[in-house]
């Protein structure tokens, strides 16, 4: 089952989280503080406790928010093989496209943005890269070029 959610709102539910972040460390600083001045006192401990629990729940909301803005680069790559095809026809090239990794994730703001900026880039690749057909008989390459799309996560 999906939800469709105005990225606004999701936007909105991030800068709240982002306040929740600053106010969790400025409770973790304080926390030093209290533990250097009240060393060994036995309410410590369960402040302690607190203050590791509202850790790990900001932590889990920022993620879980996070990935609910993350959709698959596939969304941008399924355009280009037929980008390719016709290039490669118009230009009297052939031009074999390889993509990886479409299932991989970039938030959603990214994925909107780099489909203009691959589109440059795959033109370029099939008009500059890639030899005409004789060129590449002359220099003893394969007669299809090729352009590799992927996608990663790296860290």
Do not use: W
């Amino acid at each position: 089952q999906t939800v469709r959610v105005d990225v606004r709102r999701l936007d909105h539910l991030m800068n709240l989280i982002g306040e929740l972040v600053l106010g969790k460390n400025r409770l973790i600083r304080i926390y030093s503080d209290v533990e250097e001045r009240y060393d060994g006192e036995k309410f410590l401990e369960e402040l302690n406790q607190v203050v590791s629990s509202i850790s790990a729940v900001t932590t889990d909301l920022q993620l879980a928010v996070m990935k609910t803005r993350m959709q698959p680069v596939g969304k941008v790559f399924n355009k280009f093989p037929r980008m390719v095809r016709d290039l490669s026809r118009e230009l009297g090239k052939s031009i074999e496209l390889i993509i990886e990794g479409e299932e991989t994730e970039l938030d959603k703001s990214i994925v909107e943005e780099i489909g203009d900026p691959l589109i440059h880039i795959i033109r370029n690749s099939c008009d500059h890269g890639i030899e005409p057909l004789e060129e590449r008989r002359r220099l003893n390459k394969p007669e299809t070029g090729k352009v590799q799309l992927s996608a990663y996560n790296e860290g």
